[in-house]
């Protein structure tokens, strides 16, 4: 069955930087595109980033353009989501995801706290 764990989070001051991963299993991950969404308390879950399936492709939300990169390695059926300069705003449960099967149905890993504090 597909998989998705995320690691790589915790507390880090503002301006700091933390690289989250999300190792993927269960689907044949080379093809898919995956994606990092967000969700911070009483907030809607929200999409980070996005990269293609081999990683010719990347998409940011303007909130973290310039901050996060996003990146895989279809060697491993890993992805990536590099943050940098982070900020209190940033604080949020992010959750690695993707689409899958012959239905594309969608998958969600169980999240990984990131918490930007002094």
């Known amino acids: 069955q597909v998989q998705l764990v995320e690691s790589g989070g915790g507390l880090v001051q503002p301006g700091g930087s933390l690289r989250l991963s999300c190792a993927a299993s269960?689907?044949?991950?080379?093809?898919?595109?995956m994606k990092w969404y967000r969700q911070a308390p009483g907030k809607e879950r929200e999409l980070v980033a996005a990269i293609g399936s081999i990683g010719a492709y990347t998409n940011y939300a303007n909130s973290v353009k310039g901050r996060f990169t996003i990146s895989r390695d279809n060697a491993k059926n890993t992805v990536y989501l590099q943050m940098n300069s982070l900020k209190p705003e940033d604080t949020a449960v992010y959750y690695c995801?993707?689409?899958?099967?012959?239905?594309?149905?969608?998958?969600w890993g169980q999240g990984t706290q990131v918490t930007v504090s002094s």
């Open positions: 269960g689907f044949t991950f080379s093809s898919a595109a």
């Open positions: 995801n993707t689409r899958a099967g012959t239905a594309s149905s969608n998958y």
